[in-house]
Each structure stands twice: as structure tokens, then as C-alpha cells.
């Protein structure tokens, strides 16, 4: 009975391509992110939704576009992909009711390799 | 803005040592603090949490306080096991902030 769950767990695919991966929760959650760990276990937030709406997007190459559908999914997209964007994806979401005191639930992460 | 400092890893101790993983942070008014696990190919969980000063946050025999005097929340444990090792990461999520902004993560392993 998974909370945030992202497909898929890895993903190889040379330069040049285009990928997606994609996000869905079931916790009825309003706030959905993607953040991105470094090899280094560097966590550096990239994108946020709030109910389908684009409320942080930090500076990452416009190569990277997130997609809601609806608040339960948060998919990313990534075109032309290069050799640097090889690193784990968490998706994670959180309960937007007492906002700054709600801990974020995160998916289980995709591998991102990008040769 | 906001920040959170932990200790650089990485950590190595013996089972059943005494761990302390520290954390202190800056923020804009009075911050909830948090503590995350990250086990191996895995996504991260929360450890503990404390949403007010002087609050003890507490679970699986980790604790950790959250001092607004010293802004710092560092995390112990009296005992640890082979299973605890992992990467920790303290974070914190002020009032006006629509995300939580994480410290650089310490790696624990723990020896039999």
C-alpha cells in the first residue's frame, strides 16, 4: 500500500534522449515536489505543486518540465538529456494543512543514468 | 534565508555506541525541525520531528531536542545497531517556506 511511489526505479538511456518519470500518491496530499540527490547525497528541491499549480521552480535547466494532471500525480519530463543529469529523483508530497509543521513523504527515488 | 549545518561524515561506530549526529540551523522565526533516514537504494523517512522549542522529538530509541538557544537539534541514540546504519539528514521548514530545506546528510555505519 504504497504512499508516494515513482516509476520507473532506474532508468539508463544515452545523451541526447528524452525521458519521463513519473509520480503518484495516495495520501490525498496537496503539495507535490520533485527534489534531485546528487552522488554526494546532496538533496536540492527542483519543482513544486500545489492542487496543479506551479509554486516553486528553482533554477534548473528548462530542459526539466513538470507536469500535474491532478494532485494526486507529479510527473517530470527532461528533453535532451545530458551526462550531468545522471542522479536519484525523489518525488515526495506533503499535507498542506498546518503546512510548515508537515513532514514531506518521499517516494523511493529513480536512478537517473544518463550515458 | 534559511540553512541547516550537520556535522560532515562519515560516522563510524561500533554496535552498541553512543551516537550524536549534530545540527544547527537559521531561520526566520521559530522553525519545526526534523530529522530524516535514508537506508541504502531506499527514499528518505522521517526519523523525528519537534515543532516548538524545548520539544523532544522521539522514535526508535532516537532522540533529538530542539534548543532555540543554541539553534541546534542534534541527534542521539544510546545504543546503535548494525541496522542503523544510513544517511541522516536534519532539515528544517520555517513558517513562510513552501518547502523543507535539508542539511548535507551524514553517513552512519555501524560495525558488528
Known amino acids: ?115 | 534565508g534559511d540553512s541547516v549545518t550537520q556535522m560532515e561524515g562519515p560516522v563510524t561506530l561500533s554496535e552498541e555506541a553512543f551516537l550524536t549526529i549534530n545540527c544547527t540551523y537559521t531561520a526566520t522565526g521559530y522553525p519545526s525541525l526534523f530529522w530524516y533516514v535514508q537506508y541504502p537504494g531506499e527514499g528518505l523517512q522521517l526519523l523525528l520531528k519537534a515543532t516548538k522549542a524545548d520539544d523532544k522529538g522521539s522514535n526508535k530509541g532516537f532522540e533529538a531536542t530542539y534548543r532555540k538557544e543554541t539553534t541546534s537539534f542534534h541527534l542521539e541514540k544510546g545504543s546503535v545497531q548494525v541496522s542503523d546504519s544510513a544517511v541522516y539528514f536534519c532539515a528544517l521548514s520555517s513558517g513562510s517556506a513552501r518547502q523543507l530545506t535539508f542539511g548535507s546528510g551524514t553517513q552512519l555505519t555501524v560495525l558488528p
Open chain 1, 1 to 115: 500500500d504504497t504512499a508516494v511511489s515513482q516509476t520507473p526505479k532506474y532508468l539508463v538511456t544515452q545523451m541526447g534522449n528524452d525521458k519521463s518519470i513519473k509520480c503518484e500518491q495516495n495520501l490525498g496530499h496537496d503539495t507535490m515536489y520533485w527534489y534531485k540527490q546528487d552522488s554526494k547525497k546532496f538533496l536540492k528541491i527542483m519543482f513544486s505543486y500545489n492542487n496543479k499549480e506551479l509554486i516553486i521552480n528553482e533554477t534548473v535547466p528548462n530542459r526539466f518540465s513538470p507536469k500535474s494532471p491532478d494532485k494526486a500525480h507529479l510527473n517530470l519530463h527532461i528533453n535532451s538529456l545530458e551526462l550531468g543529469d545522471s542522479a536519484v529523483y525523489f518525488c515526495a508530497s506533503r499535507e498542506d494543512r498546518g503546512l510548515y509543521n508537515s513532514p514531506l513523504h518521499f517516494g523511493n527515488g529513480t536512478r537517473l543514468t544518463v550515458t
